[in-house]
C-alpha cells in the first residue's frame, strides 16, 4: 500500500538558522499538502503543491514538489521561535489521503 | 476558528464507560474525518464520510463505532475501549475526498484517557 516517509523525526536549530524537511512518497502522487501543527494544537493547512516540480513560497517558507511526484520538501528560511511546531506533509493518491510522520521542529534561542 | 468544533474537549473514561465524540463543522463540506493521534502515529485516519456515506474504515476495532447523520455532524461512540486508546482524537472535514477538494480543516481534538 501507499507510504509516506518523513524525516527527520526531530530537529533542533539555533533561532536564525535554516531547516528542511523532507517527504518521500512509494508511489506517484495527485498532489501533496503540507500542515502545520503548534504544540498542543492541532495541524493547520499550509499549501498544496500539484504540478511535477512545481515550487511554492509564503515568506520564509519555500515548498517543493519533485520531477516525479513522489517527494517534496519544506523549507525554512532563518527561523523564528514562531515556526515551532510539527509539519506534516500528506500525500494524495486517487481518493485516499496518507499523512507523514512528522518533523517536530525546537528552535533554540 | 477553524469551522470544525469538536467536543468535549477533554475526556477521561473508565474501561466500562459507554461515551460519544462529537464533531460539527460550518464550512458547507461534503466528506468528515476522524483520525487519532498518538505519540506511535502520530497522524492515523480512522473513517472517512462522504456525503454521509462511510467510504473508509482503516482497519479500526469495533469498540469505536463511528455515525455521520447529516454532511455537518460527525460522531465517534466508545465503548469498552483500553488503556492504549488513550489519544487526542482529531476530526476533520474536506470540501470533498477527490482531487482538488480534500483539504483537510481540523478541529481542536478531543483529549481521551482510558483509565
Known amino acids: 500500500g501507499q507510504q509516506v516517509m518523513q524525516i527527520p523525526q526531530y530537529q533542533h536549530v539555533q533561532e536564525g538558522e535554516d531547516f528542511t524537511t523532507y517527504c518521500n512518497s512509494s508511489t506517484t502522487l495527485s498532489n501533496i499538502q503540507w500542515y502545520k501543527q503548534r504544540p498542543g494544537g492541532h495541524p493547520v493547512f499550509l499549501i498544496q503543491l500539484v504540478k511535477s516540480g512545481e515550487v511554492k513560497k509564503q515568506k520564509r517558507l519555500t515548498f517543493q514538489f519533485g520531477e516525479a511526484k513522489k517527494n517534496s520538501s519544506l523549507h525554512i528560511t532563518a527561523t523564528q521561535t514562531t515556526d515551532v511546531g510539527t509539519y506534516f506533509c500528506?500525500?494524495?493518491?486517487?481518493?485516499?489521503?496518507?499523512f507523514g510522520k512528522g518533523t517536530r521542529l525546537h528552535i533554540l534561542p | 476558528e477553524t469551522g470544525v468544533t469538536q467536543t468535549p474537549r477533554h475526556l477521561v473514561m473508565g474501561m466500562t464507560n459507554k461515551k460519544s465524540l462529537k464533531c460539527e463543522q460550518h464550512?458547507?463540506?461534503?466528506?468528515m474525518y476522524w483520525y487519532k493521534q498518538s505519540a506511535k502515529k502520530p497522524l492515523e485516519l480512522m473513517f472517512v464520510y462522504n456525503f454521509k456515506e462511510q467510504t473508509e474504515n482503516n482497519s479500526v476495532p469495533s469498540r469505536f463505532s463511528p455515525e455521520c447523520p447529516n454532511s455537518s455532524h460527525l460522531f465517534l461512540h466508545l465503548h469498552t475501549l483500553q488503556p492504549e486508546d488513550s489519544a487526542l482524537y482529531l476530526c476533520?472535514?474536506?470540501?470533498?475526498?477527490?482531487?482538488?477538494?480534500?483539504?483537510?480543516?481540523f478541529g481542536a481534538g478531543t483529549r481521551l484517557s482510558v483509565l
Open positions: 464550512l458547507g463540506h461534503n466528506a
Open positions: 500528506a500525500g494524495q493518491e486517487d481518493d485516499k489521503i496518507i
Open positions: 476533520a472535514s474536506s470540501h470533498q475526498t477527490g482531487l482538488g477538494g480534500n483539504i483537510q480543516y
